[in-house]
Structure formats: structure tokens, C-alpha cells
């Protein structure tokens, strides 16, 4: 299967607020944001990006747009990528929201969390991982198994994704930081997915391009395979 980087839209007007934005509309990137989404298009410049999939909200649409525009690509618009519908939550603030009873909840145990007016993080989970897993499995058939493609979320739907390929309950979900413009890495295969990258803020990113694949020797490790000791790196 391909290889989809999971990549947090840059620091947008809300971050840092104090106020749950949601999927209020017309939230842009501010201009550090710009600064950051400007400067991924020579943070990927080793990575043959094949596509990019994108949640359709603004602050998203205009953290690829630079890179898009670089590559010559169309972003594919996915809906079931958006943020959180957190319903009534909405447009609130942080520390008032910290005093409702849900807010424990969705600390201790979000799988149970369902926002009023809005929907749980269990439903999240479950739409993310299979638009994820949809996408990753279009773009392979289409560009092959050395495909690398782009996904761009939101801080909630990419923990959920990441707690599912860690194979993490997603009562552990709020363990996992994902931090504006980072990046994480996810190799998908046919028995498990591999997280190569979490929460990358400025590491080089060449290393995530998959190699040409040996031949398989008889009786040997299959595709999917981890190596019990741990991979050996490339060689050059």
C-alpha cells in the first residue's frame, strides 16, 4: 500500500484564542500559519508527493494551496476529514467549556464523548480511518505501492487516525500531540499499518519515500512483515 503523510493545517486566526472554532466558517491562517504553509513546499521537496487530500474547511484548503499550486496538483476535497462537529460546543470558550461535565469525558474517556448538538469521537474515528484507508487504497491502485500522498486535517481526527494505527484504544488518544504544520507518516500494508513519523515539526522527510522493493526470498518475510530487531535503514 501507499505512504500518506498526515499533515495538521498551519496555525490558523483560532489557535490560541480560546475558543473551540470548530467548523465555524472562514477561519484563516494567521500569518505565522502562512509562514508555515509557505514552508512546506521546501519541507517536501524530496517526496514525490502523488496527491493530496484535503478537508474541505479553509484553514486547511490554504495550508496545501502553496504546495498544491508548486506540484501542479488539484487537492481532493474530503468531507469526511473535517473537524469535529462539536455542536453546541462551538464558538465557546476553552476555560468555560473546562467546567462542563462532558469536558472530563473527554479527557478520561472521549470513546464515550459526544459533543451536544454534535457528534462522538468514537464516530470521528470511524469516518477519518475510513476515508483514510479509502483513499490510501484509490491512490496505490493508481500510483502503486511507492505512492506517497498528502492528507490535510485537524488535530482530533489526525490523533484518532494515529490511535488506530498504533493500534491504541481511542481512550488513549489525548496521549498523542499533533502540533500545527507537523507532520506524521503512516505505511498502511495488508496486515498493519506502520507509523513512521509523529508530530514531525522540522525533521527531513526524504527517509519516508519507500524504496524499491528486493525480491522476496523463499520462506522469507512478506510485505507487511516487521522485522523482529527492527529495520536495518538503507544503505546510502
Known amino acids: 500500500m501507499a505512504t500518506v503523510v498526515l499533515l495538521r493545517h498551519a496555525r490558523s486566526t483560532a489557535n490560541g484564542s480560546g475558543v473551540l472554532a470548530g467548523r465555524s466558517p472562514g477561519i484563516e491562517l494567521d500569518e505565522t500559519g502562512r509562514k508555515q504553509a509557505d514552508a512546506l513546499v521546501a519541507r517536501l521537496a524530496d517526496v514525490p508527493v502523488a496527491e493530496i487530500v484535503c478537508s474541505p474547511l479553509l484553514r486547511c484548503e490554504m495550508t496545501v494551496a502553496p504546495l498544491a499550486a508548486a506540484r501542479g496538483l488539484t487537492p481532493v476535497t474530503e468531507p469526511d476529514l473535517s473537524e469535529v462537529d462539536y455542536g453546541e460546543w462551538t464558538n465557546r470558550e476553552l476555560k468555560t467549556l473546562a467546567k462542563e461535565q462532558l469536558w472530563s469525558v473527554v479527557q478520561q474517556h472521549p470513546s464515550a464523548a459526544v459533543f451536544p448538538g454534535g457528534e462522538g469521537l468514537a464516530q470521528v474515528q470511524t469516518r477519518a480511518v475510513a476515508a483514510v484507508r479509502a483513499h490510501d487504497a484509490r491512490i496505490t491502485a493508481a500510483h502503486g505501492s511507492e505512492a506517497v500522498w498528502l492528507l490535510c486535517s485537524h488535530g482530533d481526527v489526525l490523533k484518532s487516525v494515529l490511535a488506530d494505527a498504533l493500534g ?3 481512550d488513549t488518544f489525548q496521549r498523542i500531540v499533533v502540533n500545527p504544520a507537523s507532520v ?21 522527510l526524504a527517509s519516508i519515500v519507500p524504496t524499491k522493493p528486493q525480491p522476496a526470498e523463499p520462506d522469507g518475510p512478506r510485505p507487511g512483515d516487521a522485522v523482529p530487531g527492527g529495520v536495518t535503514g538503507a544503505t546510502s
Not at 506524521?184 to 527531513?204: H, K, W
Open 168 to 170: 491504541q484504544h481511542l
Open 184 to 204: 506524521s507518516v503512516v505505511q498502511y500494508t495488508e496486515t498493519r499499518p506502520f507509523v513512521l513519523r509523529m508530530n514531525d515539526n522540522g525533521g527531513e
